[in-house]
């Protein structure tokens, strides 16, 4: 979130698309209640369903799914083709004067340099035109054809209120009821915030539905303000912990990013990520990454990092390509992969296509599964009937099942979604001989370490040099392991500016901006550095006053970066450094600093009338509608049909190159294995319900006995269609499987209008398996097609084709 | 309907109609005031967040014993922390059956192996479950590791083992866990952020 829970209460109007909060977050969803009581916010819900969210909203806009890109480009044209934007905001605040390479271009679904037989572009001109000065050219006047803003309302232009009814089926009335409530935003004196999960995520093109929802609140000022921001509810109570801690394959601890197999040199691969300023007097904060990047060597590696040795430059692995898990499953399955580790996952349950996850699984050497229950994933080879017909004897991996502890057995932070790190206690001994995590790794480790040191082997160094100063080797402390990537001077640390020390050497730094690149300093996650410093542990604070009223609670816990509460705030306040709207002001000049409510996210003795942009990280300066070379399908939004499509056109082109997603990667055999229309005429989709979590509450017998029963939901007019009763049995089949269920008949899902044909919906509710206390059921997953979002790899579970039948028989 | 204050709090456990009983005016007033204090006078409070979604709400869990050296402590109740400042005392209808995960049967207790072509675990010791996870993990680093790619640049990489992290475990437990995984050389690592 750029925002936070509390702070949804602050807005104006809330928009909640591609998630149900009330359903999965339910408190949270608390203050969305709160805005409407406090604010009189309107709540307006865009949804293939009307959910558990929809049923309190002011606006409920139905929408096939899978075309959020289709409705929100229509906003965007909307707002531009009204005027309904904030001005001052845009012009100063993001990339519109921008002027653009002119072999840029946008023809018939698909952008400039387009590679077939790649699946991908040459995207050399997705850029900015320089000037001599070597800084990006722009046309303040916005008159210039080339500038963003031009470029960006032509792109629009096509996304016609008509267009957006024939693409996301959405009743043209109730689309411009939501334009319009959103463009009251466009005042600096209100706010809209926007909430969304994995409705948005879980697509071929999900990054860019997420851009396309930044760029509206971009138009309408709405980044950087109490009660706005693009807000992601994450699922899990750690997921943002893990992604901060840079828990993924191309990534290292605080957003930096592993070398590529060409970048063999160690400076060449700090200056690409150290970009220098593109406009005069930017602050382009990632200028210090070596500082960073080299204090954690110094963490990881110690005494083995040095200068000469390029702070051990070789120790880390060079990326050849992206090892997401859609991949590393595709090489398991054509069996290149000998061993998996799965920490607290449950991977046979959680990606798509199930019978070729099993598959996969049994073709592995070992398996390790580390978890507090017993998983689907650690039984995969074990035969439960249909829902995991398998015979044990043929399958030759041999699966170690350690069981850890779970949160009420152990010390430490996690990150929620508004990124505050909160300490949690112990309160138990965990049940029989279950171990914590890191102890469980540093069992693994350990031995590991042992094995190379007696025997030697392949390039030993990284894991004998690891640092590993914990007081018992064997069971790493939270305490201990937070100070570490918190970070602390290794030498005496000296103030350049009078030559003082203000920090001696062993002592804990109050912040990342401490950090240095001469090997003087470690750290092991530098936008954590501050939760644990000299003054003792930050994350424990449980001050809860909010002397603003505002609901930022300062004292409480402890937030990334530097305990900051709303991130990119100076665009709260205008160019010349007062707040946009006084009476929730984050954060102001007051002649000689920047000062405020929030901790400012800006340098904090620039006077605006040097004319630093709000948004640092970027070395423009500013936000940027214009993407560059940074995503994989195109510098704007672009509607693209789900990979299985109940239209089986994009009526945005008629280019058959461009019907889905152009750039998305698709392995050889999981393109043969998409449905089609004709033989899976249905539009379906998965979600969970407010009583489960994934597949974790499967054991939990209260919420087995809360929903009990597998279901599937579909509208009244499919039900009728198919002599389908509610109670009846089903089988619902996509070209990859099927499942049964029992039928769930409801008013909640209408049939749309799509492109002049009838287009249903499935519900699919994910929770059941083969393992737990609950009823047995059936991985929704043997349904979903292997295919992810061209930039993540986040699994299309949101939109795909089955068939639906009844049965006979009764449950 | 009259009722004595312990018999009150008979009623009152039996099960989730507690409250319930109360708001249909069965309860003594006196009874009211202390019902809290009743249950979990005893009890040692310890605060933790909840471990399901990311709002992260604050919790109050109760556990017997006096947590002295020789007592093994157990949970016996768990709700909502009135003091944070999110969920302000509430909790969802995952959150208000945390119990229920913390005994569920089907936490593990014990290493176990699956042997290949076997039907059924079997229990080992940490000690040999380190012991073999360690020597699998060399035996296919060593085979499989790559030094140099075909342009002979050092790479230093591990492919064919691969690791998913628990994105429901502390900041901690990821920290270490990806620094070890890393120190190896492995890419294919991932947590539930990817889907």
Redesign the interface.
Known sequence: MTNH??DIGNADVVLVMGGNAAE?????F??VIEAKQRNKAKLIVVDPRFTRSASVADIYAPIRTGTDIAFLGGVINYLLDKDKIQHEYVKAYTDFSFLVDDGYDFENGLFSGYDAEKRGYDKKTWNYVKGEDGYVKTDPTLQNPRCVYRLMKRHYSRYTPEMVEKICGTPREAFLKVCETMASTATPDRAMTILYA?GWT?HSQGSQIIRAGAMVQLLLGNIGIAGGGVNA?????????????????NL??GYMT?PG??E?DYAAYIARRAPRPMRPNQLSYWQNYEKFHVSLMKA?FGDAATKANDWAF???????TL???L??FE??YQG??????????N?LA??PNKAKLGAALAKL??L?V?????TETSEF??NFGEFNDVD?????????????T???E?D??????GR???W??????P????????AI????????R???RK?G???PD??LN?TWPYRDPHD?A?DE??R??NGKALADLADPKDGKIFRKAGEQLDSFAQLRADGSTSC??WI?SGAWTQAGNQMAR?D?S?PWGH?Q?LN?AWAWPVNRRILYNRASADPAGRPFNPEKKQIWWNGSAWTGTDVPDFAAGSDPADGMGPFIMNPEGVARFFAREMMAEGPFPEHYEPFETPIGVNPMNTNPRALNNPAARVFRGDMEVFGTARDFPYAATTYRL????HY??K?????AI?QPEQFVEIGEDLASEKGIATGDRVKVRSNRGYIKAVAVVTKRIKALTVNGQKVHHVGIPIHWGF???ARQGFLSNTLTPFVGDAN????E?KSFLVNIEKLQERS | MKVTRRQFFRISTAGLGGSSIALMGFSPAEALAEARTFKLERATETRNTCPYCSVACGLLMYSSGDTSKNVRAGIMHIEGDPDHPVNRGSLCPKGAGLLDFVHSPNRLQYPEVREPGANAWKRISWEEAFERVAALMKEDRDANFIARNAEGATVNRWLSTGFLAASAASNESGYITHKVVRSTGMIAFDNQARV
């Open positions: 829970w509390v999965a977050h339910p408190v949270g608390k203050w994995l879980q509810l994450r699922g899990h109570s750690n997921i943002q912990g893990l992604t901060d801690l840079g828990l993924m394959s290292l601890p592993l197999d060409k063999t990881w070789d120790y880390l692995p060079k990326l050849d090892h997401d898990v991949r590393v090489d398991m290149k992969m000998t061993g998996y580790f799965c920490q607290g996952f991977p959680s990606f050497k070992y390790v580390i978890d507090p229950l017993s080879w074990k044990p004897a043929k399958i030759q991996t041999t699966v170690f099942r350690l069981p850890s779970c949160f009420a152990e430490g932070s996690l990150v929620n979604s505050w790190l909160q949690h206690w112990k309160g138990a001994e049940p029989g001989e279950a171990r914590g995590d890191a790794m540093a069992g693994i480790f350990l031995r590991l042992d094995k190379y025997e082997g392949a390039f990284p894991i690891l790493p939270p392991v937070a570490e990537y092991g996650c954590f449980r809860n909010d609901g609670t409480w407010t009583e489960h979590f974790w509450t054991h939990v017998r209260i919420n809360l393992t737990g206390v993540t790899q986040t699994p579970f």
